[in-house]
């Protein structure tokens, strides 16, 4: 099983949508969940740390279940500009500096 | 403030030759990373450095050696490129080792 799963879409969906893409991790002990979102042939960028209450910036929300040991996220109202691969990242914290990437999920909007 | 830098962008290297990647980053981080991105594989963990002074394996280091010349900078050099380290590479930096930002990429293809 991979440390971290993603279902690798492609997610095509129309302008003013929401969607949500969903991320599993295996390692129960993993303290600090992230999203980034990387634009064709660019380098990845944090969009959002995840936190266990959940967090909402803008239109993205982030949730994470640490019983089922998976991690959402939820585009609103989504724009031509969201359009990219949106890669959830988990980490065993504690200052160990091991970071795992998924794969990604790749995100189209279309007009 | 130019975050993570790399050099250079693009390579193309003949089977057997030496090259070195270098990356630098401005913001005082401790900790610095190499990864590779291949097609359908996502972000793979070369080395990384936890501070100055300091290198580690990660997942895939076979063929891949760094050094950690000073705080700011951590360079990657293939000994005796093969076709399988055809990717793109990037450098990345963080405080903790959580929240990383990564440099624009190197390119590389090997014959």
């Known amino acids: 099983r991979k440390e971290v799963e993603q279902d690798p879409g492609p997610f095509n969906v129309p302008e003013g949508a929401t969607v949500a893409f969903n991320c599993t991790y295996s390692?129960?002990?993993?303290?600090?969940f992230f999203w980034y979102r990387q634009d064709c042939r660019k380098e990845p960028k944090l969009l959002m740390s995840?936190?266990?209450s959940g967090n909402e910036d803008g239109r993205f929300t982030a949730q994470l279940n640490r019983a089922s040991q998976y991690i959402s996220l939820l585009i609103r109202d989504s724009k031509l500009s969201d359009s990219a691969t949106y890669l959830c990242?988990?980490?065993?914290?504690?200052?160990?500096?091991?970071?795992?990437f998924g794969t990604g999920t790749k995100l189209q909007v279309i007009p | 403030n130019a975050g993570v830098t790399q050099t250079p962008k693009f390579q193309v290297l003949k089977t057997g030759q030496s090259m070195t990647l270098q990356c630098a980053q401005d913001?005082?981080?401790?900790?610095m990373y190499w990864y590779r991105q291949d097609p359908g594989m996502g972000l793979r963990l070369i080395y990384y450095?936890?501070?100055?002074?300091?290198?580690d394996k990660g997942e895939v280091p076979n063929g891949y050696n760094v050094s950690r010349l000073n705080k700011r900078e951590f360079s990657l050099r293939l000994e005796s490129a093969a076709p399988s380290q055809t990717s793109v590479y990037f450098c990345?930096?963080?405080?903790?080792?959580?929240?990383?930002?990564f440099g624009p990429g190197t390119r590389l293809l090997v014959l």
């Open positions: 390692n129960s002990a993993s303290q600090s």
């Open positions: 990345a930096s963080s405080y903790r080792g959580e929240t990383q930002y």
């Open positions: 450095s936890a501070s100055e002074g300091t290198t």
């Open positions: 995840v936190y266990s």
């Open positions: 913001m005082n981080h401790n900790s």
């Open positions: 990242v988990v980490s065993l914290g504690g200052g160990y500096q091991k970071v795992t």
